[in-house]
Nanobody, 115 residues
Framework: QVQLVESGGGLVQAGGSLRLSCAAS????????MGWYRQAPGKQRELVAS?????NYADSVKGRFTISTDDAKNTVYLQMNSLKPEDTAVYYC???????????WGQGTLVTVGS
């Protein structure tokens, strides 16, 4: 079973940066799509960014966040720059297999952006 381990969350002031990491227990070539979601208190979980053949971003993070992968480390990253208080949320890594055979979530990492 695929396991995902996230790291990199924390407290940062508005305008600051953080990089989230999500290390998979198997080769990322196993996955069709890798992505980051977030869930703020009282809100639904939403897609932040995903990477497959290309990249896809939520409008609210375009130009500030960058998703990337390191094949050798089986890791997907989310570089977050120019952070805003409204980016405060628990961020979850997500991977999906080809043809929807499986979907796995990370444990979540909290990002808090102070004003």
């Amino acid at each position: 079973q695929v396991q995902l381990v996230e790291s990199g969350g924390g407290l940062v002031q508005a305008g600051g940066s953080l990089r989230l990491s999500c290390a998979a227990s198997t080769s990322i070539f196993t996955f069709n799509v890798m992505g980051w979601y977030r869930q703020a208190p009282g809100k639904q979980r939403e897609l932040v960014a995903s990477i497959s053949r290309g990249t896809n971003y939520a409008d609210s993070v375009k130009g500030r966040f960058t998703i990337s992968t390191d094949d050798a480390k089986n890791t997907v990253y989310l570089q977050m720059n120019s952070l805003k208080p409204e980016d405060t949320a628990v961020y979850y890594c997500n991977v999906r297999g080809f043809r929807g055979v499986f979907q796995v979530w990370g444990q979540g990492t909290l990002v808090t952006v102070g004003s």
